[in-house]
């Protein structure tokens, strides 16, 4: 194809080709029809100035919906005063002409693309070099705007078009079928009446939030999901921004061997509690559950950390503990570090096909009113918004150790997206750090005075 040298740049350095481009213009402006073949194919994947200038012109009339061919896209690049850049009407013209039809117009636009990817990913690693030359530097807000701009990169290129319902339906089904012969099932809570509700447990590609006050046992109740969830076969990373994994050790002792969390502390334990400890210890070999305890971890070292692990050893859930300890961009406010991260964890758990279970805190408000409600979200509404479940944990005897519904949890599911709101109850064994399912009628809380409660069923 003859090339106009008088289109600008022309160096063979970057990664281009002005024939793709050329053609991708060319069968645009003999068939305007052809610009439903490109897919999402952006001004700035052209390398050629001339040509992002006569893109922008063709789709600006597209936009409008308007017809076009050389004239138009002329007159409309010469009323603003942009045609000579664009190479004037003789090149313009030659487009059209050395174009015999736009039957590959998508190849070429795939080509365009391509180029453009490799010229962002050279752009990226001139910049890269230079943060890491940067000695001055914070080597992990480098390695953080090292992975930011390269996700960037990779989120840039979408060439997916819409698909029929029917063509959908047709490839879930296989999903369905999977189901029934007890293939690809929902990832389980631990807790029979929480997996009832939420429809077999957690699912794939949703994020949820459990979130509680001080105290409460988000973490307790956190560790035996993630257990359980092993326990059954299923990868799970846990990230703790809070507790070491040691102190996660002791609980996860305490809570398989049935043992006192107190004397696995101290040591003092007796000689059946020792026997507790090696079951405990017994049964965690071989399970698929890894701790990472690392403080004010980003989004960008969660998703590498959950890139890796699923990779290396596969990974079913992701366990955040908590929302509120990550780091965020440096010089956003708190509620938009707080909406980036939840709208990044979704995305990462629609792209690992995982579930991610992220903890959280609730605002003092929460406090006044005792029983948690979505509003009490702390930091940010995208929690609520991002979230596909919303699980709150209340123990009225945190608040009222008079109370008779002793090591009762109240288990709120707040925001269901795939299925049904309401309560269950679990017990809770605080001095093992252990839940396990509540057998007996549970408490009707908006029955004024307490003597009305039945302890039934509490251990």
């Known amino acids: 194809m003859r090339i106009n ?4 740049e022309h160096n063979n350095l970057p990664p281009k080709s002005l024939e793709a481009e050329q053609s991708v213009l060319g069968g645009l402006l003999i068939d305007c029809g052809a610009i439903d073949r490109l897919g999402e194919l952006e001004e700035s994947a052209f390398y050629s100035d001339a040509h992002r200038l006569i893109y922008r012109a063709i789709r ?4 409008s919906g308007k017809q076009w061919d050389v004239i138009t896209v002329a007159e409309m690049l010469d009323s603003a005063q942009r045609l000579d850049a664009a190479g004037g009407l003789p090149y313009i013209g030659s487009l059209a002409q050395n174009v015999p039809s736009s039957a590959n117009i998508a190849r070429y636009a795939d080509i365009v693309r391509e180029h453009s990817m490799r010229r962002e990913i050279m752009a990226a690693a001139a910049e890269l070099t230079e943060l890491a030359a940067n000695k001055g530097g914070d080597i992990a807000v480098a390695m953080d705007k090292a992975q930011a701009r390269l996700m960037a990169i990779t989120d840039g290129v979408k060439t997916d078009e819409p698909r029929s319902i029917a063509a959908i ?7 369905i079928e999977k189901r029934l012969i007890g293939g690809r099932k929902a990832i389980t ?3 029979t009446a929480l997996n009832e509700i939420l429809n ?13 006050r001080p105290a409460m046992g988000k973490t307790a109740l956190s560790m035996h999901n993630a257990l359980n969830a092993a326990q059954a076969g299923y990868g799970v990373l846990y990230l703790s921004m809070e507790m070491v994994a040691s102190e996660l050790a002791d609980r996860a002792i305490a809570s398989l061997g049935r043992v006192y969390l107190g004397n696995v502390l101290t040591g003092n334990l007796k000689s059946e509690e020792w026997d507790g400890v090696s079951a405990a210890v017994g049964s965690v070999q071989d399970l698929p559950l890894h701790v990472l305890d690392r403080s004010g971890l980003n989004f960008y070292q969660v998703a590498t950390f959950a890139r890796r692990h699923k990779r290396k050893h596969g990974l079913d859930l992701l366990v955040v503990d908590y929302l509120q300890l990550m780091a965020g961009a440096d010089g956003e406010k708190r509620h938009s570090q707080i909406e980036e991260i939840t709208r990044n964890l979704k995305t990462l758990a629609k792209e690992l096909d995982i579930a991610v279970l992220l903890l959280s805190q609730l605002s003092r408000k929460t406090e006044e009113a005792r029983r948690p409600k979505l509003s009490h979200l702390r930091d940010s509404g995208s929690i609520e918004q991002d979230a596909d479940v919303v699980l709150f944990i209340h123990r009225e005897e945190v608040d009222a150790p008079e109370t008779t519904w002793k090591n009762y949890a109240d288990i709120h599911v707040a925001k269901n997206r795939q299925g049904a709101l309401g309560r269950i109850g679990a017990t809770y064994h605080g001095y093992q750090v252990r839940f396990e399912n509540f057998d007996g009628v549970p408490p009707n809380w908006d029955a004024p005075p307490e003597k009305k409660y039945q302890a039934k069923g509490c251990k």
């Open 5 to 8: 040298m008088n289109a600008p």
């Open 60 to 63: 600006k009339q597209a936009a």
């Open 169 to 175: 339906v047709g490839e879930h089904l296989n999903t």
């Open 189 to 191: 809570t631990g807790l």
């Open 200 to 212: 077999g447990g957690w699912h794939r590609g949703q994020v949820v939030v459990l979130a509680a």
